[in-house]
T-cell receptor
Framework: AQTVTQSQPEMSVQEAETVTLSCTYDTSESDYYLFWYKQPPSRQMILVIRQEAYKQQNATENRFSVNFQKAAKSFSLKISDSQLGDAAMYFC??????????????WGLGTSLAVNP | GAVVSQHPSWVICKSGTSVKIECRSL??????MFWYRQFPKQSLMLMATSNEGSKATYEQGVEKDKFLINHASLTLSTLTVTSAHPEDSSFYIC????????FGSGTRLTVV
């Protein structure tokens, strides 16, 4: 069974600094998707970034980028120029590529990120 | 685009009553809806997956007779918590596929 591990329950960063959140996963599949979701205090889940495993290029969305290491099964999220609005819970998630009707996401336990002014 | 409207945002009900939570996809067809439960400062726990026109698939340990899921159309899925008890108090979130698993805004249920 696939698993997703986020080893950092809590992290903090100074405003304008860079922080990296770690995520590792376990799977025997070769094709899959990986996601980072943000959940601010409003509890609305927001997609931050998505990576297809068959793409070697790391996904980037503005200040958010990932370091995808397929062989190591690692998928870390880097937030550059951190802003107060980045304070949230961040969840890493996995999904099989060819899932048919079973497209459920496998979730990590989350990392709570605090941004200090 | 790709908005899922979830109602109500919060609800308080008496023990023993039933509560219905609705999730509507406003601008796309949600072929699959996922229903989650989330406790404070914890991850999302998948309760069930429903495909339009089919019976929901429940995760192990989730009582299907207690948490009734209906996905009768491509734009509407409902979760009914039957005979609610205080231990059912939680935050419930729906998520629709395709479109990158668009999430509803969640429902905070308090059973008193």
């Amino acid at each position: 069974a696939q698993t997703v591990t986020q080893s950092q329950p809590e992290m903090s960063v100074q405003e304008a600094e860079t922080v990296t959140l770690s995520c590792t996963y376990d799977t025997s599949e070769s094709d899959y998707y990986l996601f980072w979701y943000k959940q601010p205090p409003s509890r609305q889940m927001i997609l931050v970034i998505r990576q297809e495993a068959y793409k070697q290029q790391n996904a980037t969305e503005n200040r958010f980028s990932v370091n995808f290491q397929k062989a190591a099964k690692s998928f870390s999220l880097k937030i550059s120029d951190s802003q107060l609005g980045d304070a949230a819970m961040y969840f890493c998630a996995y999904r099989r590529l060819n899932a048919g009707n079973n497209r459920k996401l496998i979730w990590g336990l989350g990392t709570s990120l605090a941004v200090n002014p | 685009g790709a908005v899922v409207s979830q109602h109500p945002s919060w609800v308080i009900c008496k023990s023993g009553t039933s509560v219905k939570i609705e999730c509507r996809s406003l601008d796309f067809q949600a072929t699959t809806m996922f229903w989650y439960r989330q406790f404070p400062k914890q991850s999302l726990m998948l309760m069930a997956t429903s495909n339009e026109g089919s019976k929901a698939t429940y995760e192990q340990g989730v009582e299907k007779d207690k948490f009734l899921i209906n996905h009768a159309s491509l734009t509407l899925s409902t979760l009914t918590v039957t005979s609610a008890h205080p231990e059912d108090s939680s935050f419930y979130i729906c998520s629709a596929a395709p479109y990158r698993y668009t999430f509803g805004s969640g429902t905070r249920l308090t059973v008193v």
